[in-house]
């Protein structure tokens, strides 16, 4: 670890602690250009008004790196690997620094926003750049820990996409740290930059369509992003928002300050202006709208504005509300927006499929994409529609609430894998203190940090409430206001929160639409508006629904995804459908569980899988906590006997595995329980006998445990156990 002080101007000491892996991970790494002087040194300090402190670089001489990438006289001023590891160490400086010049034989990936909690989850575009370059990288963690850098040999041009994707080649500066570094840099195919650059060049593509969602307005939007932050900048935001009411709720405002800060940069004229906005300095009657609380809430809200956020809002969302509200861009003519007011009043909130043939343009590559990130169960992935489906008492809102928790701590449920993130749930049957009721005694119950589970948790009480994602109107189908502040909340709290949403929940199906349930044209749209949400969030959307009765008849064999109350369009159109039901008399005989007990298991069967395993089954046993008056889940494993009643030897293996079930043993602690009257009722020879013919049979296995392992179970490490296979 590298420790060095900073005073700040009121004199006060500020120490700056850089976590780095060794340098040996570096010298490693970059052993084929280590000797070329393209190195600098790099410190944090802090700028005045900026929340985060800056990398800035240094040269050789100690003074900071200005100038241009390609002066020839550049080089002289840099360093080896070497030498600049030692000037860091020297000078008290947090890294070694990566300098990109013409022709320099050196190229760089630059990914930010992509690792949460240690594990990569880049876009994925990310994942595919990645999936390229790193077999011929050497490839660490950034300085935040957020991002990663790969490093190779090769020449490029620099390009750059907003963070999420930059490509350096000839100019650019890049701050290394070591940390989790892994591979050696070597020589990278042209084929593999030409295509990294591709993607580059496709999400600069992208954005500009993604901006606003009318096409006619992008050229006036890029030209506006792409120019100064000077006075014709300011005029056009401020015409904007001459359109908008400052009095709208507060998610819509919040969007809207955020928007200008990405427009107009972190510049005082920019909060100045949104600050006389608010105060409605540009409303007709000049009226203070009642919901200003003063320039501080808006100097708050401004500065909590991340522009490196994976999700952050855009200058577009400024533009788009104003165009639905009159408002007439550069370059565009009333009759323009006549023609768009027109077109939305037939369909106000239409998302109709109107493509040009560039944008079924395929990337094809020539390696495996990097392993799909699930949020779910190993089986459902982000920006995805989901449908979960049981009778009443089964738990589903439970389960939900749940996971949600579970995903804000970074904890998996059980079996069940869960992603961290925030969450969303709007819950229709439910009131605020119930809310609280359940969402208090899970996280007592397991142990989750309330601060936490309270922070990127959001449950919204919709007992009572219209829930309806879509509105039928003259006959026709179409998506409601909620739509829209639905994903209006999803990126509001990204943004406050500082993590990606990845679960939205919707309890339940019959109370988020219009229209006949068992008509698939209906259900078929309000999956469409579900998957809207999901793909525009990147969250998981899961659907709440009932089984049918007739489910209450079936036995486990029987079920399957087609037990939902309904149009089969809310399976169809799920990329996972899971269903949720108590132990049927099939599975208690396979099982072996007595008739009196089964009642108070519940299974969790993932009944179809478009991007993941179909069929997997979870266990869960209701266990009510009396002091909170709620029913919680306990996730328990439950397996099928291999052997039938009534035979010593198979029962005594039996008994074995369910020693193993609960936790891997030793060899040592499996023969201790040895006995007529210990735990195994069979002697020594019995039980060693028992467990070799385990072994023989795939049914256990013996190995180390691995980390996860060793932690959970409390195991020594390196030692040998006993695990069921």
């Known amino acids: 670890m590298l420790t060095t002080e900073k005073t700040d101007s009121d004199g006060q000491s500020r120490r700056w602690q850089a976590h780095f892996a060794s340098y040996e991970n570096l010298v490693a790494g970059l052993r084929a250009f280590a000797g070329k002087t393209q190195f600098s040194t790099w410190k944090l300090i802090q700028q005045t008004g900026k929340a985060k402190p800056s990398k800035v670089p240094f040269t050789r001489d100690g003074k900071r790196l200005t100038g241009s990438f390609s002066d020839p006289m550049l080089p002289a001023n840099l360093m080896n690997l070497e030498e600049a590891i030692a000037a860091v160490q020297h000078r008290g400086h947090h890294g070694v620094g990566l300098v990109f010049t013409p022709n320099c034989g050196i190229v760089g990936l630059d990914l930010d926003a992509c690792i949460v909690a240690g594990q990569f989850i880049g876009t994925p575009t990310q994942q595919e750049a990645l999936a390229v370059f790193e077999a011929h990288s050497f490839v660490e963690h950034s300085q935040s820990g957020n991002g990663l850098h790969a490093v190779a040999l090769g020449n490029a041009a620099t390009n750059k996409h907003d963070g999420e994707l930059e490509l350096f080649g000839d100019k650019n500066f890049l701050a290394l740290t070591g940390l989790n570094g892994r591979g050696m840099a070597s020589e990278i195919p042209a084929s593999t930059i030409d295509l990294v650059n591709s993607l580059v060049c496709h999400l600069k593509g992208n954005k500009q369509r993604n901006r606003v969602l009318d096409a006619n307005l992008n050229s006036d939007l890029t030209a506006h992003l792409k120019g100064s932050e000077g006075q014709a900048s300011i005029d056009t935001v401020m015409s904007a928002l001459h359109h908008l009411d400052p009095g709208m709720p507060r998610d819509q405002w919040l969007i809207m300050v955020w928007a200008v800060r990405h427009g107009l940069g972190d510049t005082d004229e920019g909060v100045d202006l949104v600050d006389r906005w608010s105060q409605g300095d540009f409303s007709a009657e000049g009226k203070m709208p009642d919901n200003y609380s003063g320039r501080p809430d808006v100097e708050q809200v401004w500065n909590s504005y991340d522009p490196n956020h994976l999700d952050r809002v855009t200058v577009g969302s400024l533009f788009k509300m104003a165009t639905d509200n009159g408002w007439v861009g550069p370059g565009h003519t009333k009759e323009d927006c006549s023609d768009r007011s027109q077109h939305q009043s037939e369909s106000a909130t239409e998302c109709s499929g109107a493509f040009k043939l560039t944008d079924g343009d395929v990337q094809i590559s020539q390696t495996p994409p990097a392993k799909r990130s699930y949020v779910f169960a190993d089986t459902v992935t982000a920006g995805t529609y989901n449908v979960l489906a049981g009778s009443g008492g089964t738990l589903k809102t439970m389960l939900m609430l749940i996971s949600a928790a579970s995903m804000a701590v970074g904890d998996d449920f059980g ?311």
């Open 415 to 725: 079996d069940v894998r869960i992603a961290q993130g925030a969450a969303m749930l709007f819950l229709g049957e439910e009131d605020r203190p119930e809310i609280s009721r359940r969402l208090s005694a899970a996280s007592m119950h397991y142990g989750f940090d309330p601060a936490v589970v309270s922070r990127l948790v959001k449950a919204f009480p919709a007992a009572g409430v219209d829930l309806r994602l879509t509105r039928e109107v003259s006959g026709s189908i179409d998506e409601s206001a909620l739509v829209q502040n639905v994903i209006s909340l999803a990126q509001q709290h990204a943004q406050t929160c500082g993590c990606p949403v990845r679960l939205i929940v919707f309890d339940h199906a019959r109370l988020v639409m219009d229209g006949d349930p068992d008509a698939a044209a209906n259900v078929t749209q309000l999956t469409r508006v579900l998957t809207q949400i999901a793909v525009t969030t990147k969250a998981a959307v899961f659907l709440l629904a009932h089984s049918p009765k007739t489910v209450l008849r079936q036995q486990a064999k029987e079920m399957s995804i087609a037990d939902v109350a309904g149009s089969s369009a809310f399976s169809d159109n799920a990329r996972a459908g899971f269903i949720m039901y108590g132990m049927r008399d099939d599975d208690a005989k396979a099982l072996q569980i007595p008739d009196a007990e089964r009642k108070k298991y519940i299974k969790l069967e993932c009944a179809k899988a478009n991007y993941g395993p179909q069929g997997t089954e979870w266990w869960f046993e209701k266990v009510t906590l009396d002091d909170w008056q709620v029913q919680v889940l306990k996730p328990v494993s439950l397996i099928k006997p291999m052997f039938k009643p009534g035979q010593a030897k198979q029962q005594l293996r039996q008994r074995i595995l369910d020693l193993l079930t609960s936790a891997p043993l030793s060899a040592r602690a499996i023969r201790d329980r040895a006995g007529q009257r210990r735990s195994l009722g069979a002697s020594e020879k019995e039980v060693l006998s028992a467990v070799t013919a385990l072994l023989e049979d795939g049914r256990i296995e013996r190995r180390k445990p691995v980390p996860a392992e060793v932690q959970q179970y409390r195991l020594q490490k390196g030692r040998e156990f006993l695990f069921i296979a």
